[in-house]
């Protein structure tokens, strides 16, 4: 079966440092989400991409977060620097069309990341 | 402000009885719903959804209720087994306006053999 895959699953690193998350979604989906869930919270969207566009960024910290898939494939978050706020799971998401409202959405295993 | 409350954190049943997982919403707008399904360590997976032209939708053990008129929903699993626990969210959009769906904050369900 198709699935979502994410790396790394888990990550440690020091505030102030540069951190980045890799997806890549099911084969053939157009639309790709990021999502971060906070211990105790639902997941929340950061940014999705329809083929290698930007659909919506508007919950991204643009001023640290950064994301890209620059083939319309696999997509990289990165986060530069990382505070201690930032430790959260971070879910990639992927569908095979624009589909925000949730339908037929396919989640990955999520990147844990801890800042100390 | 949060629009999709699950005001239960936690809920123990027995084996074999019904798991009833509670949602509130407060958008009006917001037209479908969501149940995810979260084991530890892996992502959310879809379980079942309701449109807002539907009041009930079943798939097997799972039903989901909608009451617009109260804004609530609810989530029955009957009878529940082991493989259940796990937790639970409960998600809403405005599927019409495309925008992005609005989670819970989860319910842990713990179904006791």
């Known amino acids: 079966e198709a699935e979502v895959a994410q790396s790394p699953r888990y990550k440690i690193t020091e505030k102030s440092q540069a951190v980045a998350f890799w997806c890549d979604p099911i084969s053939g989906h157009a639309t790709l989400y990021w999502y971060r869930q906070i211990l105790g919270q639902g997941p929340e969207l950061l940014v999705q991409f329809q083929d290698e566009s930007v659909v919506d960024d508007s919950q991204l910290p643009k001023d640290r977060f950064s994301a890209e898939r620059l083939k319309g494939v696999d997509s990289t978050l990165k986060i530069q620097p990382a505070e201690l706020g930032d430790s959260a799971m971070y879910l990639c998401?992927?569908?095979?069309?624009?589909?925000?409202?949730?339908?037929?959405?396919?989640f990955g295993p999520g990147t844990r990341l801890t800042v100390t | 402000d949060q629009q999709v409350k699950q005001n239960s954190p936690s809920l123990s049943v027995q084996e074999g009885r019904i798991s009833i997982l509670n949602c509130d919403y407060t958008n009006s707008m917001f037209d479908y719903f969501l149940w995810y399904k979260k084991y530890p360590a892996e992502g959310p997976t879809f379980l079942i959804s309701i449109s807002s032209i539907k009041d009930k939708n079943e798939d097997g053990r799972f039903t989901v209720f909608l009451n617009k008129s109260a804004k609530h929903l609810s989530l029955h699993i009957v009878p529940s087994q082991p493989g259940d626990s796990a937790v639970y969210f409960c998600a809403a959009s405005v599927r019409s306006g495309n925008t992005p769906l609005v989670f819970g904050k989860g319910t842990r369900l713990s179904v006791i053999a």
């Open positions: 998401a992927s569908s095979l069309f624009f589909s925000p409202g949730g339908y037929e959405q396919y």
